[in-house]
């Protein structure tokens, strides 16, 4: 990408931003009506607006009133006043926390065996209608069971973590070790190089961008699923923090989250990218 390309995008990529805040600020801008009484007033309230029709915190806020309720989120994000009063920065990193146990479990267990599963047909021919079967269930169709057979609501989201994750690490795995070109392979045996080195200095680094591009995918997806999760499971988290707010009807925490959420989701995947680019060359 040249260097004046990148400069347009970056200009373009500005104009937009103009225009969604400037909608923002058109369709958020209270019309100016006369101030309700009694029962309408109440009403109003509730709906988020206040007596002039101005919107309040827990109506959808300008973006003037988002900028300070974001900034005092961001201001002392770790704070801990109880239960169902935690800084943005808590809920966070009890999140990253689960995604990260749950992710780890996966890496250590489909790793390995999509390694063995691409060296070896037979085992790829035994495994694969199993892989097929139980790849295409939604994470959460698990939760039930297992809360039902864990009996822990924290542990049974970094289950759901992780079933979400094992499949495309393991695909892709297996996929780049039996994509491995056999002149490589025959090269090896040529000078015979014993089944362990040839594992560690030929397939591993002919297969590692395929393994990364796997790890990446699941990555976004124990993201993804984190957030549903934690809505069902309440306690701790980005996700049961937007399910709170929703309740507490305060849709600008709601979007200040989604917002996060997405900033995290971003910054989970550009690190995965640059290890990707890493380990990728050129033939």
Known sequence: MTKSLRLRGAVLSLAILAVFLLTWQIATTPAKTTAPSGADREYAELMGNSATGAALANGVPTPAQFASLA???LSDPFYDRG???KGIG????????????GYAIAALIA???GFFIGMSPLLYAALDPYIQLLKPISPLA???IALYTIKDSATSAIFVIFICSVWPMLINTAFGVAGVRKDWLNVARTLEVGPLRKAFLVILPAAAPTIITGMRISMGIAWLVIVAAEMLIGGTGIGYFVWNQWNNLSLGN???AVLMIGVIGMLLDSLFANLQKKVTYAE
């Open 71 to 73: 900034w005092k989120q």
């Open 83 to 85: 239960p169902n009063d």
């Open 90 to 101: 808590v809920q966070l990193a009890y999140s990253l926390g689960r995604v990260a146990l």
């Open 111 to 113: 790793i390995p065996l």
């Open 142 to 144: 698990w939760m039930p």
């Open 254 to 256: 709601v979007i200040f």
